[in-house]
């Protein structure tokens, strides 16, 4: 029997601020709840994963208001907060070798956003070898400007990417199927 | 004056395979192989990578006719050649530390296909510290069906796989002004 981690990225108030754009999804933060409480439950290892941003004018920056978790994922003691500055959560973190250490090879990652440091983190976890699950409706992006003036909104965002992590990185599930598989 | 490496991911002949789907941007070797060019006759460092498939279906299985590099970007025995077997060319393989080791904090990157092995490997590269570029249209991407059996044309696919990697983990240019700039 594999030992499962639910991995949690960057659930931080400072992502409701609105210097990141226009989200989809407002229902990721109540199936990344269920999760979390899904896990504590079954008493299965959890690691969330915090952002600190090394710009200042991110409300992710160190000692702003918007760096805490969302109350929704607020971290309990037992589970490790691993804080980053870039978006992989195995980049400049011990997340590869604490999941290793114990024992783990599974893994379920949700959370903030799904573009950005959800994606990262999801390719590398598929990369290293780890069997990665995405809960695609635990996530949620903000609409996107490309270099050509193109406007993309929070979910075509969102569905591309969930679709890029689908094809190569990871199995992709919702919430009630990750709910049934991991119990 | 930093020192700038040229990445080239992938530009194998099996990505020419049917297999693969429909790609968009055909001029994406040409644009590779003026970059290459470039770096050749102002004796910057080239490093190419080549995926080794662990899927015996896969037209990059070892054996297999696909393996080697198209005629365009055939390396020459001064430029390291290193595999990988996942779609990052940092995991797996020496890149990170060669890198480190010739004092190289820049990297260009292009190759095959956008979103998979060229975002992985940009997404980490961005993230590991390097000064990341991209060279846009000396790369190209395949159609995606996603999980919710949406079609993505190659196109579509490209651009926002270029649209994230601008957002957050490299700058984007053309190969004309990849040139311009890496004299």
Redesign the interface.
């Known amino acids: 029997m594999s030992t499962t981690a639910l991995v949690l990225v960057d659930i931080q108030q400072g992502l409701d601020d609105p210097w990141y754009g226009v989200r989809n999804n407002p229902d990721a933060e109540t199936n990344a709840s269920r999760l979390l409480s899904h896990w504590r439950a079954t008493g299965q290892p959890v690691v969330h994963i915090q952002h600190l941003s090394t710009n200042p004018e991110s409300p992710l920056f160190p000692g702003k208001p918007g760096v805490p978790h969302k109350p929704e994922v607020t971290p309990i003691d037992s589970e490790p907060v691993m804080q980053k500055h ?3 959560g195995f ?1 400049g973190t011990n997340l590869e070798s604490w999941l290793r250490e114990h024992g783990i090879d599974q893994v379920v990652i949700a959370g903030l956003t799904t ?2 440091c959800v ?2 983190t999801t ?2 976890s ?3 070898g780890f069997d990665t699950y995405l809960a ?1 409706d635990a996530c949620a992006a903000h609409n ?5 003036g ?1 406007n ?1 909104t929070g979910e ?2 969102h ?6 992590i ?4 990871a199995t ?1 599930l919702s919430t009630d199927e990750v709910l049934a598989r991991f119990v």
Do not use: K, W
Request: hydrophobic share 40%; aromatic share 6%; net charge negative.
């Open positions: 870039v978006n992989s980049i573009n950005h994606e990262t390719r590398m598929g990369n290293l695609h996107l400007v490309g270099p050509d193109t993309y075509q965002v569905t591309m990417s969930v679709a890029n689908a094809s190569e990185f992709v």
